[in-house]
Every structure is written in structure tokens, then in C-alpha cells.
């Protein structure tokens, strides 16, 4: 009874409500008649021409300000192209700190890239660092206009970044780098499979993480991740012992062990790669 009663105030409010709209409404209309006659019979200097061109005006302005301002033009009228770069992978974008001089495959993409707009590869272009966890919100700022650094083309970033994959540059696997005073090759049979209970470090916000996590749960090995901002850090622990192992591309994994070897900064401790490749990795640019 008190549904009923409550339902029937409510129908009575709401038919009082559209009364009163129609009476405002109808109040409104000629209130716009009267100004348009007056209007009409004192004389106006607004001809239909001025009405067609504010209209054609606002047309304009409203797809203008709709309309984003592309990477090219950004780059074509700033005179040079900001390139998103690695700094520490020998091979794909190394940075010499002796004498300031760029290499790899990544660089000698930039460069490329920056001929075919027109620019000179040796004055217009301007290398900014880019790591694992920040290189996506560089790119999306505008920090960067191109990314160019060992970057997995994944389904889930085509769809979820605000960015466009213009082609696969490098066709890789993931690898793990292992330290011997902490897992044996000999014994672990050179391979991931042997490294139950290791401390691994992994790049963050990288396909990586996932991939390790996968690879060890379906095999029920054990592991701790040790998160990582880039590569230096992950060498500094790798080296220092706080990480028994590094995981990231085969091709970063090669370098980094050329390196390790060459400069002796393990102390004269072994290093390994496990034979696996972990993951597939096709790189795009």
C-alpha cells in the first residue's frame, strides 16, 4: 500500500515538472520571436554572408584544436629528432665515456631515421637515455619522439600504448647470465634448470619479468626476483653478489659477459650463460 501511494505522488510530481518545463519553454520561444522581429524591423548591418563565414570560422578552429600535432611535424619544425636510446649494450646502443661516442644498432637506426626526414645524422639528432621503466613515459610526454632501444613488440603494447610499432629490427630470445661462485655450470649442465633458489635480477616493466616468472613456475624451480631500473643497476648487483644471476635479451647477455670479461670487474670470478633461450623476443623500433 505505501509502494502504491509513494508511486502515485511520484507520477503526480513528475507530470507537474513537464508542465512547467512546457510553460518555461513556450515563455522562451517568444521571447526569441519578439528579439528577431525587433531586430528585423530596427535593422542589423549582419548579413548572411557574415553568419555563413563565423560559422565556417568556428568550423575551422574546432578541427583544428581537434586535430593532434603529429611526431613529424614536431620534428621537421624543431629542426631535429630527440632519439630514446640504451647507453650501456654493446651492439645495439653503447655510449663510449671516454671520447662521447655512440654505437650499435639502435644508433645507427636513429641516424637512418633521421637522414630519411631530411636532417643531418651527425647535428640533428639528440640521444636521450632511456630505461626499461621509464622509456614508455618518455615516449608518451614527448620527452622522446622516437624509441629506439631493444623494446619487445608485444600485442599488449600495440593496444595499450599510444604509439605506433613501425617494424621488428632485431629478432631475439632471453638469456640468463650466471655468476659460477654462486651456481657451477658444471653442475647446474649449463643450464637455467639448475638454478633453484638463485637471486636473479630483472629489468622492471619489461617482458622479462613475465617471462622468467613462467619459464622457472612451469619447471617448479625456485627463484628470487630482484627488481632493477636498468642495466647499470643490474650489473652493479650482479658484480657485487647481491644478484647470483642477470636475465634479459640473449644479445644483452652476450655483450654484458664481453664486457664483465674484458674490463675484470668481476674480481676474477666466472661467469656463465645458460644454454636456454628462454622467451621470443622480436624487437621493434
Given at each position: 500500500?505505501?509502494?502504491?501511494?509513494?508511486l502515485?505522488?511520484?507520477?503526480?510530481?513528475?507530470?507537474?515538472?513537464?508542465?512547467?518545463?512546457?510553460?518555461?519553454?513556450?515563455?522562451?520561444?517568444?521571447?526569441?520571436?519578439?528579439?528577431?522581429?525587433?531586430?528585423g524591423?530596427?535593422?542589423?548591418?549582419?548579413?548572411?554572408?557574415?553568419?555563413?563565414?563565423?560559422?565556417?570560422?568556428?568550423?575551422?578552429?574546432?578541427?583544428?584544436?581537434?586535430?593532434?600535432?603529429?611526431?613529424?611535424?614536431?620534428?621537421?619544425?624543431?629542426?631535429?629528432?630527440?632519439?630514446?636510446?640504451?647507453?650501456?649494450?654493446?651492439?645495439?646502443?653503447?655510449?663510449?665515456?671516454?671520447?662521447?661516442?655512440?654505437?650499435?644498432?639502435?644508433?645507427?637506426?636513429c641516424?637512418?631515421v633521421?637522414?630519411?626526414?631530411?636532417?643531418?645524422?651527425?647535428?640533428?639528432v639528440e640521444?636521450?637515455?632511456?630505461?626499461?621503466?621509464?622509456?614508455?613515459?618518455?615516449?608518451?610526454?614527448?620527452t622522446?619522439?622516437?624509441?629506439?632501444?631493444?623494446t619487445?613488440?608485444?600485442?599488449?603494447?600495440?593496444a595499450?600504448?599510444?604509439?605506433?610499432?613501425?617494424?621488428?629490427?632485431?629478432?631475439d630470445?632471453?638469456?640468463?647470465?650466471?655468476r659460477?661462485?654462486?651456481?657451477?655450470?658444471?653442475?647446474?649442465?649449463?643450464?637455467?634448470?639448475?638454478?633453484?633458489?638463485?637471486?636473479?635480477?630483472?629489468g622492471?616493466?619489461?617482458?622479462?619479468?613475465?617471462?622468467?616468472?613462467?619459464?622457472?613456475?612451469?619447471?617448479?624451480?625456485?627463484?628470487?626476483?630482484?627488481?632493477?631500473?636498468?642495466?647499470a643497476?643490474?650489473?652493479?648487483?650482479?658484480?657485487?653478489?647481491?644478484?647470483d644471476?642477470?636475465?634479459?635479451?640473449?644479445?644483452?647477455?652476450?655483450?654484458?659477459?664481453?664486457?664483465?670479461?674484458?674490463?675484470?670487474?668481476?674480481?676474477?670470478?666466472?661467469?656463465?650463460?645458460?644454454?636456454?633461450?628462454?622467451?621470443?623476443?622480436?624487437?621493434?623500433?
Amino acid at each position: 500500500m505505501v509502494l502504491f501511494l509513494h508511486l502515485g505522488e511520484g507520477i503526480y510530481l513528475l507530470h507537474r515538472v513537464i508542465s512547467l518545463m512546457q510553460r518555461l519553454l513556450a515563455s522562451t520561444m517568444m521571447l526569441l520571436m519578439m528579439t528577431a522581429a525587433l531586430a528585423g524591423c530596427s535593422g542589423s548591418d549582419v548579413t548572411q554572408e557574415d553568419v555563413d563565414a563565423a560559422r565556417e570560422e568556428g568550423r575551422a578552429a574546432g578541427i583544428a584544436e581537434a586535430t593532434p600535432v603529429s611526431t613529424l611535424d614536431t620534428i621537421i619544425d624543431r629542426g631535429s629528432m630527440k632519439c630514446g636510446v640504451k647507453e650501456s649494450q654493446y651492439g645495439m646502443g653503447y655510449l663510449d665515456a671516454a671520447t662521447g661516442v655512440r654505437s650499435g644498432l639502435d644508433i645507427s637506426y636513429c641516424r637512418a631515421v633521421a637522414a630519411a626526414l631530411g636532417l643531418n645524422p651527425d647535428t640533428d639528432v639528440e640521444y636521450i637515455p632511456a630505461s626499461g621503466s621509464d622509456r614508455f613515459d618518455k615516449l608518451a610526454s614527448g620527452t622522446i619522439d622516437v624509441l629506439i632501444r631493444t623494446t619487445t613488440w608485444t600485442t599488449s603494447r600495440d593496444a595499450d600504448l599510444n604509439a605506433d610499432f613501425a617494424g621488428m629490427n632485431f629478432f631475439d630470445g632471453q638469456g640468463i647470465l650466471v655468476r659460477e661462485d654462486a651456481y657451477a655450470a658444471a653442475t647446474a649442465g649449463n643450464s637455467a634448470s639448475g638454478l633453484n633458489g638463485a637471486n636473479i635480477c630483472v629489468g622492471i616493466g619489461t617482458t622479462t619479468e613475465g617471462n622468467m616468472v613462467d619459464w622457472f613456475s612451469s619447471r617448479d624451480i625456485s627463484f628470487t626476483s630482484v627488481p632493477v631500473a636498468d642495466a647499470a643497476e643490474a650489473t652493479a648487483k650482479f658484480i657485487d653478489g647481491s644478484c647470483d644471476a642477470f636475465t634479459g635479451d640473449m644479445s644483452a647477455m652476450v655483450a654484458k659477459k664481453w664486457q664483465l670479461d674484458g674490463d675484470n670487474s668481476m674480481g676474477g670470478v666466472d661467469i656463465w650463460i645458460a644454454s636456454e633461450l628462454m622467451s621470443k623476443e622480436p624487437l621493434g623500433a
